[in-house]
């Protein structure tokens, strides 16, 4: 194995029957293909394969990233798999989402400056201007779109159009304090993350942190989650929990919560970029 060529990362999911994992090994055995990772699933219940693969195409005679993708396409075929070959180098396009706070947002640009994400940000996204300076200060262009009852038609096909316009890979809602409409939430299907608290019981409404505070909760939590029509139940990607006591006041509790829903946020987005991500109806698979 030579370290100088690129790394590529293959997903396939299909319907779980034999000779699901050897249609993938055998091809990267038959073309030199050296394995730097592998992980797959069977999911017995929904009788369904999984499989995630990192490897380099490194042979005596390798072939471009079109033959690879045509040749497996080919074998992946037989099996009617669901596949995708990226090369690992190449970061994705996320659009961000927020509205005033801005735990996530930053926590989000520290690790795309430092490199800790493997990511671009085309676009910042807010209805609300406060959080502009931050986006001037690493020259991203920051779009106002205030939303109104009556505007909320016509600024969520802005949204879409600097979506698109951009080629977003993701769009990641980093405390954007809107709910979007069942129509966009269908068109971002699959590619849109949200973050939010999760506490028990479950405080709905304002102020969950003083709820929470008069219920002596034990613990503090967030859940990040693809977008879906339900509000906040979407397909859960990745689920953060600290513990807290007696001595914690409400403003103590807000400021664990957010360092929760950072870490989570962040943790569920390179998961996601990583292709390490599967989603299949209302449930998930990730691999680590």
Not at 205 to 224: C, I
Not at 240 to 253: A, F, M, N, Q
């Amino acid at each position: 194995m030579t370290t100088d060529t690129p790394t590529y990362i293959l997903t396939a999911n299909c319907k779980g029957v034999l000779g699901s994992l050897d249609v993938v090994t055998r091809f990267l055995y038959e073309r030199q293909c050296f394995v730097t990772e592998m992980h797959t699933y069977d999911d017995t219940d929904a009788e369904h394969f999984y499989i995630r693969v990192e490897f380099k195409n490194d042979g005596d005679s390798p072939l471009s990233f079109e033959e690879l993708q045509a040749q497996f396409g080919e074998a992946a075929a037989r099996f009617e798999m669901e596949w995708e070959i990226r090369n690992k180098a190449v970061p994705e396009k996320v659009v961000v989402m927020v509205s005033k706070y801005d735990h996530c947002l930053l926590d989000i640009l520290y690790r795309y400056r430092t490199g800790m994400l493997n990511i671009e940000i085309p676009a910042i996204i807010s209805n609300h201007p406060d959080l502009k300076e931050l986006a001037d200060q690493h020259n991203i262009p920051y779009y106002h779109l205030p939303i109104t009852k009556d505007t909320k038609p016509e600024q969520e096909a802005e949204i879409m159009k600097i979506v698109d316009g951009c080629g977003a890979d993701l769009v990641v809602l980093a405390r954007y304090m809107q709910v979007l409409s069942d129509d966009l939430c269908k068109k971002l299907e699959g590619r849109a993350i949200n973050i939010h608290h999760s506490l028990l019981p479950g405080f709905k409404g304002a102020k969950p942190y003083h709820q929470a505070y008069d219920k002596g909760v034990k613990l503090v939590g967030a859940t990040a989650h693809y977008v879906s029509s339900d509000l906040d139940e979407g397909p859960i990607i990745a689920q953060g929990i600290e513990p807290v006591d007696h001595t914690y006041k409400p403003e103590h509790l807000v400021s664990k919560g957010q360092d929760t829903e950072r870490l989570t946020l962040t943790r569920a987005i390179k998961l996601h970029t990583e292709q390490r991500v599967f989603l299949h109806g209302n449930k998930t698979v990730v691999f680590s």
